[in-house]
């Protein structure tokens, strides 16, 4: 790997997932270096805390070295960098969707429901807090979804962020069911062939991780 | 009002104050159309569940009549359609760079940390969970803007949004005075002449709600 690569740290199954699928997706090449969310442990030994004092996964290290953080930016620029392979509107109503979606996956759905309800060690009433937000904010998915193929007109980071979100469904026991529109959104997401390979990678990464913590 | 001119959807001092600032900024034209939080009506009687399901402010109503969610994309969607009057960078990093910051307000402060300590009806378990997450966010924000003017490189929608999040410290008891960076920060946004308008005008219809409550 040369100096100038990018660089991705992620951890298995968490939502730098997304990142992934957006690099596969869009061709572009990048060092992966998986983090220990909890130690804040790169895989070679270092302290992901001086990368981000957050501890929050995906980091991007650009070619020029510089540091970018959450989620939502990391995707932009992958797909801006590529926007001859990867589903990126340039034209401003578009976009302004394309922000749309990022934002409320981002919000309502990752920080709003899904992280209070992975920390197992958080209080029952904060688990029931944001269960309760569940069901609107699923209605609004499914109802943006029904009768799309994808969350825009084509493939694109949205896509892959709310498949790795929307997989933390079955770590929570937050019922997809109710949706049909939604489960078959996931069963076409995961026949995706960037989605696919990044969700077979990071599943075997992540049991063996779990494996390493027993 | 024309027809064809863009309405905005606010709240007063709910995250919709933002937009208000960029409208401001950019010398947008938009109508503003209050909306209380609690009925869901709209200030001339209209449902506003009929414009947005989820009741969440602000809503942009574009030239064109699509409706536009989410704090991000509405601001984006502003300063983008007057990028001669207000900062919205065009070059990739900049960019990457103003994603980051409108993600990290929108994710870690606003839905993260304000969101549930607004909420007056959530449980005490709640409010603390979310209290013990503003330490670390506040003192990434206070080590970005140690030394400068702006979240970016000069004034720009980062700014309407930090602003805005960063004014319900007072409403919810968080301490930014261990941050004399963040302190000296929001006392440069109220001079601003677009923050200044924006707060000063929403201060007065909170005001007006809060008395027509009682």
């Known amino acids: 790997v040369e100096d100038e690569s990018m660089k991705l740290y992620f951890s298995p199954l968490a939502c730098s997932m997304a ?4 690099l596969y997706a869009s061709g572009a090449e990048a ?15 270092g302290d992901f805390l001086l990368v981000n004092p957050l501890g929050l996964v995906p980091v991007l290290r650009t070619d020029d070295g510089a540091i970018l953080t959450e989620n939502s930016a990391v995707l ?17 109503d578009e976009r302004a ?18 992280v209070p ?8 009433a904060v688990h029931a807090y944001a269960r309760a937000k569940a069901s609107s904010r699923l209605s609004w998915v499914a109802a943006r979804l029904e009768g799309r193929e994808f969350v825009l007109d084509a ?18 026991q937050v019922a997809l069911d109710p949706w049909p529109a939604i489960v078959e959104y996931m069963r076409r997401m995961r ?6 390979r990044a969700f077979e990678e990071e599943k075997a990464l992540y049991l063996q991780e779990q494996e390493a913590r027993v």
């Open 31 to 45: 060092e992966l270096i998986q983090v220990n969310t909890k130690t804040k442990r790169t895989a070679d030994g």
């Open 97 to 114: 969707r394309l922000h749309q979606w990022l934002s409320f996956i981002g919000t309502e759905l990752h920080k709003g429901i899904f």
């Open 19 to 22: 990142s992934r699928i957006a």
């Open 155 to 172: 493939f694109s980071i949205a896509d892959a962020y709310l498949f790795t979100v929307l997989n933390w469904a079955a770590y929570t």
């Open 191 to 196: 026949a995706h062939p960037a989605v696919a």
């Open 117 to 124: 309800l992975l920390d197992k060690a958080a209080h029952e």
């Open 76 to 92: 932009q620029f992958i797909a801006d960098r590529h926007p001859e392979a990867m589903f990126a509107p340039r034209e401003l």
